[in-house]
C-alpha cells in the first residue's frame, strides 16, 4: 500500500511523507509541552503574593527564594528570580526578569518556526510534483501513436494533481497548529509577566489590590518599560 502511495506521489512522494511525519511530531511534541505547562490560576498567584509579602515582613526573603527555588511551578522560579535581586533597583530588577522572560518564551516558541516552514514549503512541493507529473504525461501523449482519449487525459490529472492535494494537507494543519500554538505561549507569558510586574512592584513597597491585579491594564509589562 504504500509503495502504491508513494507512486501516485511520484518523484516528490518521499519529501512529503518525511514532511508529513515531521510535522506530526512536532505538533505532538508541543501539544503535551503545553498541556504540561503549569496552571496560572488566581488561587496559585494569590498564594504566592501571600507568601512573598509574609515572607517579607519577617525578613525572611533568602529562605523564600530557596523555597521557591525548589518548586517545579514556572511562575515560582520567576518569583525567586526576582526576590533573589530584591536588594537591587527596580529597573536591574525589571531587567532580569524581562531576561528570564525571554529565556521562557524560547523555550515555548520552540520548534513553531520548523513546524511554519514545513506548512509553507509543502504546498510547494507538491506543486512542484504536479508540474512534473504533467509534463510526463504529456511526453507521454507526445510520443503515442494511437488517439488520445480524454480519459487518458483525466487518469493522467488525477495523478498530477494528487500531490498538490497532498502538500495542502499537510499545510493547513501544519500552519495551524503553529499559529495556535503561538497564541497559546503568548497568552500563557502573557499572565505569567504580568503577576512577575505585580512582585516587581511589591518588592517596591506598592501593594495593588485584587482587582488591580486581575486586570492587565494596570501594570506595564516589561517589555513595554525597555522600548
Given at each position: ?12 512522494g518521499?519529501?512529503?511523507l518525511i ?5 506530526l ?11 504540561l505547562?503549569p ?9 504566592i ?6 515572607h ?9 527564594c ?5 518548586r ?10 526576582l ?6 533597583s527596580?529597573a536591574m530588577r525589571?531587567e ?6 525571554m529565556?521562557?518564551?524560547?523555550r ?5 518556526k ?11 512541493v ?5 508540474i512534473l ?9 507526445a510520443?503515442?501513436?494511437?488517439p488520445v482519449?480524454?480519459?487518458v ?5 488525477w495523478?498530477?494533481?494528487?500531490t498538490?492535494a497532498f502538500?495542502?494537507?499537510i499545510?493547513?494543519?501544519?500552519l495551524?497548529a ?5 497564541i497559546?505561549?503568548?497568552?500563557y507569558?502573557?499572565?505569567?509577566e504580568f ?5 516587581n512592584?511589591?518588592l517596591e513597597g ?5 482587582q488591580?491585579?486581575?486586570s492587565n ?11
Amino acid at each position: 500500500m504504500l509503495e502504491d502511495f508513494l507512486s501516485n506521489l511520484g518523484p516528490v512522494g518521499w519529501p512529503l511523507l518525511i514532511m508529513s511525519c515531521v510535522a506530526l511530531a512536532l505538533v505532538l511534541e508541543r501539544l503535551l509541552t503545553y498541556l504540561l505547562l503549569p496552571t496560572l490560576s488566581r488561587k496559585r498567584v494569590n498564594a504566592i503574593l501571600v507568601e512573598i509579602k509574609e515572607h517579607r515582613q519577617q525578613q525572611q526573603t533568602a529562605n523564600l527564594c530557596a523555597s521557591l527555588c525548589s518548586r517545579d511551578h514556572c511562575l515560582s522560579k520567576g518569583a525567586a528570580v526576582l526576590l533573589s535581586h530584591a536588594d537591587n533597583s527596580k529597573a536591574m530588577r525589571e531587567e532580569i526578569a524581562g531576561l528570564w522572560l525571554m529565556k521562557q518564551r524560547q523555550r515555548l516558541h520552540a520548534w513553531l518556526k520548523g513546524l511554519m516552514l514545513i506548512g509553507v514549503l509543502s504546498p510547494m512541493v507538491g506543486l512542484l510534483g504536479t508540474i512534473l507529473g504533467m509534463i510526463t504525461m504529456f511526453q507521454s501523449i507526445a510520443l503515442a501513436t494511437g488517439p488520445v482519449t480524454p480519459a487518458v487525459l483525466a487518469g493522467g490529472l488525477w495523478v498530477a494533481m494528487y500531490t498538490t492535494a497532498f502538500g495542502l494537507a499537510i499545510a493547513i494543519p501544519s500552519l495551524a497548529a503553529s499559529h495556535g500554538f503561538t497564541i497559546w505561549a503568548n497568552n500563557y507569558l502573557d499572565r505569567m509577566e504580568f503577576v512577575l510586574n505585580h512582585i516587581n512592584l511589591l518588592l517596591e513597597g506598592v501593594n495593588l489590590h485584587e482587582q488591580e491585579l486581575m486586570s492587565n491594564s494596570k501594570v506595564v509589562p516589561f517589555r513595554e518599560r525597555a522600548a
